[in-house]
């Protein structure tokens, strides 16, 4: 959770967490595949909402999330994220905080929730687009993040394989997220 030691493997990632600086309001929804998992089939690279579109989906949860994204120096940012989850009986809120760092020549991204330490490891895709993934098998939490930051919006679309899925098939959780930079931040 501290800023790495830099070296020259890190300079090719100088700033790539910048685009990110400042606070970001919005909603996050997670899906389930209403056919459940199915025989494998070809996610295509650089996944987007028209993909979500294409499938049989159901929301299974709405967050009303803020993060808050300071960068330290060009390859160390913290975050502060407050998760609101939406559903039919209460709203329920978690804290959670984080850090995004290169170290080494890699991306990393580590946000700690009152119950868990998440780990995603990172690539840059062209000059806007990060994405995010960990692998995790016990017990079994596999991920997959494509994030774009425009100037004033932020989107994420992704999916996750947990518990006792199959990863040989396709998955039964996605997610999309869409934010906004709050003004004056």
């Known amino acids: 959770m501290d800023p790495p030691v ?3 493997a890190d300079t090719p990632l100088a700033d790539v967490y910048q685009m990110l600086d400042g606070t970001w309001i919005g909603t996050f929804i997670v899906y389930e595949d209403e056919r459940g998992q199915i025989q494998p089939y070809q996610i295509p690279d650089g996944i987007d909402s028209r993909f979500l579109e294409s499938i049989p989906l159901h929301e299974s949860n709405r967050i009303s999330v803020t ?7 060009p390859y160390f940012q913290k975050v502060e994220i407050t998760d609101v989850y939406l559903d039919d009986s209460a709203e329920k809120r978690v804290d959670s905080y984080g850090v995004n760092k290169v170290e080494n020549g890699q991306m990393w991204c580590i946000v700690v929730k009152p119950d868990e330490r998440i780990v995603h490891q990172g ?16 017990p079994l939490k596999v991920e997959y993040f494509r994030e774009t930051v425009l100037e004033d919006t932020y989107s994420i679309v992704g999916y996750g394989y947990y518990g006792e899925d199959d990863r040989h098939l396709s998955p039964k959780t996605w997610f999309l997220g869409r934010y906004h930079r709050k003004k004056g931040t």
Do not use: L, M
Not at 67 to 73: D, E, G, K, N, P
Not at 123 to 138: H, L, M, P
């Open 6 to 8: 830099n070296t020259d």
């Open 67 to 73: 993060q808050r994204y300071v960068s330290i120096s």
């Open 123 to 138: 690539k840059r895709e062209g000059e806007n687009t990060i994405i995010w993934t960990r692998d995790k098998t016990d």
